[in-house]
């Protein structure tokens, strides 16, 4: 079974930043993809940025030049920085991961973009 919890939501003003990090429980090696969508009030839950087989990534236009998401092998960690934020970027973000063709994902944790 695959555990996936997310860490660092949180309130933030528009234009500054937070860094969303996502552990999971067993070696990130194993996964297919791994990476992060989101859920905004009201609308389906989106792909933001994703490591894609072969460690290519997949980024959501709307964060392109943003957001970056990265990586630690050793502590089975993915990471998403995430820049100049607005408003719009308020949702619920989930770390997923894709593993023999099951999808899991983690609780979810709340980025709000308010001042």
């Known amino acids: 079974q695959v555990q996936l919890v997310e860490s660092g939501g949180g309130l933030v003003q528009p234009g500054g930043s937070l860094r969303l990090s996502c552990a999971a429980s067993g070696s990130i090696f194993s996964f297919n993809t791994m990476g992060w969508y989101r859920q905004r009030p009201g609308k389906e839950r989106e792909l933001v940025a994703v490591f894609t087989s072969g460690s290519g990534t997949n980024y959501a236009d709307s964060v392109k030049g943003r957001f970056t998401i990265s990586r630690d092998n050793a502590k089975n960690t993915v990471k998403m920085q995430m820049n100049s934020l607005k408003p719009e970027d308020t949702a619920v973000y989930y770390c997923?991961?894709?593993?023999?063709?099951?999808?899991?994902w983690g609780q979810g944790t709340q980025v709000t973009v308010s001042s």
């Open positions: 997923s991961a894709n593993k023999l063709g099951r999808q899991y």
